[in-house]
């Protein structure tokens, strides 16, 4: 059974940053394409970053604010987010791809940020 555990969430300041990492239970050699998604309550589920082998993939909205990363000894995924916007505010959760095209997700961590 993997398990992700998102961390790193809360309030901060509108322009300020934050950083997000994802604990996944299973090593990355065993894992396919990684990233975060964002909700928020008026919206559907949408991709924010995403990451499969040195491909890097980011929603239009976050280019050149957010940055996805990852680390491999760690088996933590990453999500730094600089210059936030208060329409950025959302339940941010991480996803992993496992073989067999099951994708496994973390629990959701809030991000706020107050004008």
């Known amino acids: 059974q993997v398990q992700l555990v998102e961390s790193g969430g809360g309030l901060v300041q509108a322009g300020g940053s934050l950083r997000l990492s994802c604990a996944v239970s299973?090593?990355?050699?065993?894992?396919?394409?990684m990233g975060w998604y964002y909700q928020t309550p008026e919206k559907q589920r949408e991709l924010v970053a995403s990451?499969?082998?040195?491909?890097?993939q980011y929603a239009d909205a976050v280019k050149g604010r957010f940055t996805v990363s990852r680390d491999s000894s760690r088996n933590t995924i990453y999500l730094q987010m600089e210059s936030l916007k208060p329409e950025d505010p959302a339940v941010y959760f991480c996803?992993?791809?496992?073989?067999?095209?099951?994708?496994?997700w973390g629990q959701g961590t809030q991000v706020t940020v107050s004008s």
């Open positions: 996803f992993a791809d496992l073989p067999g095209w099951v994708r496994k």
């Open positions: 299973k090593h990355f050699s065993s894992l396919n394409t």
């Open positions: 990451i499969a082998g040195r491909k890097i």
